[in-house]
Each structure stands twice: as structure tokens, then as C-alpha cells.
């Protein structure tokens, strides 16, 4: 991982939903559409992913599985979510093997992964054939009037919350650029092909400051 995130585990939900303005539940409430059976949440954070899995309707028949390198993260998400079975472990490195799951989901991790190719090679290994993955990231939007109010917005504002808030305004500078190096859309998709996806779909959601890629292997 890029960032130590043992060190923000306590605000973390509590600066997520403040930076997102609450859409982040909205976009997660998207991502879980679909998912069914035992279903791996890589980097799992504190456990919010497992939440909204377990309200969906498919909830009683699903079997969720939550992994992360960030012990403090997961002793959250334990307590958020006990019905789950969690793991200590590194996304690059699943402690499962090939064809394990009937779904992956991974919302705001993969542009942590140190190294990306690996990490989404990975998460498709472990996904059975005709298997549905999700991935939520965050991204800078393409429209230019947008995209100037959004960088004043996370260079600026999100570093004071983080500082006010969180006590930590290194963690919550280095979110904006890592935002800004990550590939979006087209570079993202290709590379979920290149990893094994069938097909690959990319949504923008909220003027493409998030987007969800629904991968089939």
C-alpha cells in the first residue's frame, strides 16, 4: 500500500462520507447491484462495502469474505459487520485459490495497490469463470469547468478536513494526487482486460469524480 492506513483508521469513515457529501453510499449502493454467492471484498477498509452487501436482498444467501492489510481497518469492520469472515492480507497476494469466489468487489482500494497490473490480476485469478467483479475508484472528472472547482476542492479543502478533522493532513494531500496519477476509463478498462476480463464495462458516476468498472471473466 501507498499510505499507512493503520494511522486514519478511526476518522476514516467519518472523512469519507464528510469529503463525498454522503455519495459515497450512493455509489456503493451501485456497485453491490448484481453480486451473488461468496463474494471477496479486497481492501476491505473498515467494512462499509460488507454493510451494504449484507442489506441487499440477495443478503441471506450471500457469503462475504473481507481481506486488507490494515489491522486497525479490520478490527472496525469487525465490529461493523461481524456476519463476514475476514482476513489480514495483501491484495497483490490473495491467500485463495483460483476460482474461489462467485464475486469481487473493491471499492476505493485499487489505486492504493503498489503494484496495480498484479493486484487486478489477482482478484480476476481468484473469481470463478462467467464471475462478476466491481471496482469503485475515484477519479478527476473530464469536463474542464468541473474539473476547476474539483481541484480546488481536493487540494485545498479535503487537506484542511483532513487536518482539522482527522489530525492528518499528509494522508488527505497524498488522496488528491494519487487520484490525479491513476488511470481512468479507457486506460482502466484496458487494463482489467489485460488481466482477464471478458468484458468490461466503465460507468461514470457524479460527473465522473467516481467510476465503477463492471468486469465479467
Not at 498484479?118 to 470463478?128: F, I, N, P, S, T
Not at 481541484?151 to 487536518?163: A, D, K, M, Q, V
Request: aromatic fraction near 10%; include cysteine; proline fraction near 4%.
Amino acid at each position: 500500500m501507498a499510505y499507512d492506513f493503520d494511522e486514519i483508521a478511526r476518522d476514516y469513515d467519518r472523512m469519507n462520507h464528510l469529503m463525498t457529501a454522503g455519495l459515497d453510499r450512493c455509489w456503493r449502493k451501485r456497485a453491490v447491484q448484481g453480486l451473488h454467492g461468496k463474494v471477496l471484498d479486497v481492501a476491505c477498509g473498515t467494512g462499509d462495502m460488507v454493510v451494504e452487501l449484507l442489506r441487499t436482498r440477495h443478503a441471506a444467501s450471500l457469503q462475504v469474505t473481507g481481506v486488507d492489510l490494515s489491522e486497525e481497518m479490520l478490527a472496525i469492520a469487525k465490529r461493523k459487520a461481524p456476519q463476514a469472515e475476514y482476513r489480514l492480507a495483501d491484495a497483490e497476494h490473495l491467500p485463495f485459490g483460483d476460482a474461489s469466489f462467485d464475486a469481487v468487489i473493491c471499492a476505493f482500494g485499487v489505486r492504493n495497490f503498489v503494484h496495480l497490473e498484479q493486484g487486478l490480476k489477482e482478484m480476476v485469478r481468484v473469481l470463478k469463470p462467467g464471475g462478476r467483479m466491481a471496482i469503485l475508484e475515484l477519479a478527476t472528472p473530464d469536463n474542464p469547468f468541473i474539473l476547476f472547482f474539483y481541484n480546488i476542492y481536493t487540494r485545498r479543502i479535503i487537506p484542511w478536513l483532513g487536518s482539522r478533522i482527522a489530525g492528518n493532513r499528509d494522508a488527505y494531500t497524498y488522496l488528491p494526487s494519487s487520484i490525479e496519477r491513476f488511470p481512468k476509463g479507457a486506460a482502466m478498462v484496458d487494463k482489467l482486460k489485460a488481466a482477464g476480463g471478458r468484458t468490461v464495462e466503465h460507468r461514470k458516476l457524479t460527473f465522473g469524480v467516481c467510476r465503477l468498472y463492471i468486469l465479467v471473466k
